[in-house]
């Protein structure tokens, strides 16, 4: 079945290290999404890409890095510099241009101590 | 920038009964599309409805259909004969050539 797996599914890590999430598609879509969710907030938009090799910023980038090597593979890390990682954390993906909507992984909760 | 507003954090329903979720937006563009997503317990997201601007017809996905109202950049998702199952999240988004906007979500219960 094609889909998205987001790993692990539950992240703990000590103040300080950076961490890497993971995200898999097997759908073949160009363009992948990471987005941030807190309570209250909905989902706010960390980094895309629509094309391997090549990434943009969204509105919450600071703190946060990404690559992308292969289409399809986006691994999100979250770096020391972010002061609130605490959160879950979807990985998204959309063909033609998302005009039928995106489909999502079923994220990752992170917990920093 | 695009932006999307939910002004309900929070509505109830008895089942079998219908529930309106009120959604505006801002936009500059004249051709866009819209979406609501449903998040359970679970936390996976789950499309509901979509809506394309430029037509004139609302959306309906059995018991979920849209209101659209382009001049007022309206988009309610009314949930008709509501079930236990619908209690979750619910995420207006708009899509621009970008990204999908969400807003902050409305949180449905499902009273027995």
């Known amino acids: 079945d094609g889909g998205i797996t987001q790993s692990p599914k539950y992240l703990f890590r000590k103040e300080g290290q950076n961490v890497t999430l993971s995200c898999e598609q097997n759908?073949?879509?160009?363009?992948m999404y990471w987005y941030r969710q807190d309570p209250g907030q909905g989902l706010r938009l960390i980094y895309y890409?629509?094309?391997?090799?090549?990434?943009q910023k969204g509105d919450i980038a600071e703190g946060y890095s990404v690559s992308r090597e292969k289409k399809e593979s986006f691994p999100l890390t979250v770096t020391s510099a972010q002061k609130n990682p605490t959160a879950f954390y979807l990985c998204?993906?959309?063909?033609?241009?998302?005009?039928?909507?995106?489909?999502f992984g079923s994220g990752t909760r992170l917990t920093v101590v | 920038a695009q932006t999307v507003t939910q002004s309900q954090p929070e509505m109830s329903v008895q089942e079998a009964e219908t529930v309106t979720l009120s959604c505006t937006y801002d936009?500059?563009?004249?051709?866009?599309?819209l979406f609501w997503y449903k998040q359970p317990p679970s936390r996976q997201m789950i499309l509901v409805i979509r809506?394309?601007?430029?037509?004139?017809q609302n959306a309906t996905e059995n018991r979920f259909s849209v209101n659209f109202q382009k001049a007022a950049k309206s988009f309610s998702l009314k949930i008709s004969d509501s079930q236990l199952g619908d209690a979750a999240m619910y995420f207006c988004?708009?899509?621009?050539?970008?990204?999908?906007?969400f807003g902050k979500g409305t949180k449905l219960t499902v009273n027995p």
């Open positions: 998204a993906t959309a063909g033609t241009g998302g005009v039928y909507g995106y489909t």
């Open positions: 759908l073949n879509h160009d363009a």
């Open positions: 890409s629509q094309i391997v090799n090549d990434f």
């Open positions: 936009t500059s563009e004249s051709d866009y599309y």
């Open positions: 809506q394309e601007a430029y037509k004139q």
């Open positions: 988004a708009y899509r621009s050539p970008e990204k999908l906007v």
